[in-house]
Structure formats: C-alpha cells, structure tokens
C-alpha cells in the first residue's frame, strides 16, 4: 500500500509538473517564485473573490469559453486574427496570458501595474482595417471593454459551475469590481462593478456582434483541431464542450454550436466537473512537491 500510494504521489506531481510547464511555459517556476515571493503591497488581499476564482482550475472552462465568447465582436477578432499569432503559437499566447493573469492577481501592485504598462504598450502599435474596411486599434476603450466584460463573464461563470468553492451572490459583485481595477490599468474608461452591470453591459453589446468568417475559423481551430496531444484529445474534449454549454444561447446560437438541452446538466456537467477535479488534484500534487 505504501508502495502504491508512493507511486500515485510521484504521477500527482509529474501530471502537475506537464500541466504547469505547458500552460506557463519555460519561466514558469521563475515568475511563479517572483510572483508570490516578492514583498510589497498587493492589489488584492488574499482572501479576495479574484484570488479564488483565478486559482481554481475552473479556469480552463472559463478561459476557453471567453476566447469564443470574445470571437464574436467582428472587429476585435479582426485584430485578433491579424496580430495575435494564436495559429502559429498558440501555446506561447497562452504562457504569455496566464503569466498576465498571474501578475495582476497574485504580484506586487508594482508588478501588477508594470505588467499592464507592457500590454498597454503593445496595444498601442496594434491598428488595422478590418475586411469590410473598417479602421480599428486595439487601445481603443470600447474594443478592450468587450474583452474584459467576456473574459469577467466567462471566468465567473466557469467559477460557479465547476469551481470547488462557489461564491456567494454579495462576492460575485466583489468579483467584478475587483476585475474592473485590471481593465481600468488597460484602459477601460468605465468597466462595470457589479454583476447587475456586468450583465446590463454585455446586452449593450449584443447589437455589434456576430459570428465573421474569422470567427468560425478561429473556433472551430480552438474545439476541433487544437495542438495538443492526441491522448489527450478526449480530456480536452470534456473541457471544450463545457466551454461551449457556459456560453449564452444567443452565443452558441450565432457561433453554429449546439446544444444538449438536459443533456448538459446531467451528462456534460459531470464530465467538465470530473477534469476540472483532475487538473486541480494534479496542480496541488506539484505544489505539495514543492513544499516537501
């Protein structure tokens, strides 16, 4: 028994040591050890709704799930497809956000700040047109609002479906405005503060968007061709077809995708809570290595 448990320790921590490598990339150990290990003051005190809701691997639901969501705004997916290099190195957008996402939650305000400095700073040389000739730059306040409202959206929805400790209804309005302390340091000028908000500003939107051309070829990459090994394809799968349920109807129903009906609740949910669950066990097998 001892032997066995040995051993399921040792592919804990080896199943963490893969996931963390491939989502932070080769400086992960680095900036995680910058990140949590600096003194200074923080923008979020640790028993923040940001902190819980970024630290659970509920996360990879709602990141993907705001990454089809964000897909619909045509102008940003303009820029999005033009610029972002999702294709050609999907995994390094991905280190490059969750280190993002990291800093802000987890760093030093110093850090928090200068990371959005950086972001902001790329921004600005980001401009284009559009297919239908339509001029566009990524600092543009009302682009990087519907950014922030989709990706606030999704990461809390994610949260309250397959997250291991909800939050309450006074905490998911403490979630948004602790979000909206990022969009302001990007440049949002007026990001909502609570959920009712949230809700009200994400309907505002509705008139802009609709599924381009771009966007059918960036989700469909995303749920049916993503690089990734092929064992893992069905573990992916039961995160991809989550993401896909969190979205709105009128999402699902202009990205083409379908829906389970009941299905969802009691067929999909069991499966996006079950790798959920698996990623979590793994991620605190490497912390648990770590601190042994």
Sequence with gaps: MVVLQSALDALRERAGELL??????????????AI?????????PEDSPVRRVHGDSAMFIGGLSALLMQSLHPVAMAAVSAHSGFRGDPWGRLQRTSTFL?????????????????????????????????????????????VHVAETESFLGAHQRFGSRPLTECECSRYVAEMARVAEALGVTSPPRSTQALRARLEEYRAELRCTPQARETTRYLLLRPPIPVLALP?????????????????????????????????????GRAATGLIGWAMRGLEDGKRS
Aim: glycine share 8%; charged share 25%.
């Design 36 to 44: 949590h290990n600096t003194p200074g003051p923080r923008w979020f």
């Design 102 to 146: 990291a800093t802000t939650t987890y760093a030093t305000a110093e850090d928090a700040q200068a990371a959005c400095e950086r972001v902001k700073g790329v921004h600005a040389r980001i401009r284009g047109t559009t297919d239908e000739g339509v001029p566009y730059r990524a600092s543009d306040p009302h682009l990087l609002e519907w």
């Design 235 to 271: 573990f992916y799968a039961a995160l991809a077809t989550n993401a896909v349920a969190l979205l709105p109807r009128w999402a699902t129903s202009e990205l083409g995708f379908p829906r389970w009906g009941p299905g969802e609740r009691w067929v999909l949910m069991p499966t």
């Design 20 to 33: 963390f490598e491939r989502v932070a990339g080769p400086d992960g150990p680095r900036n995680r050890d």
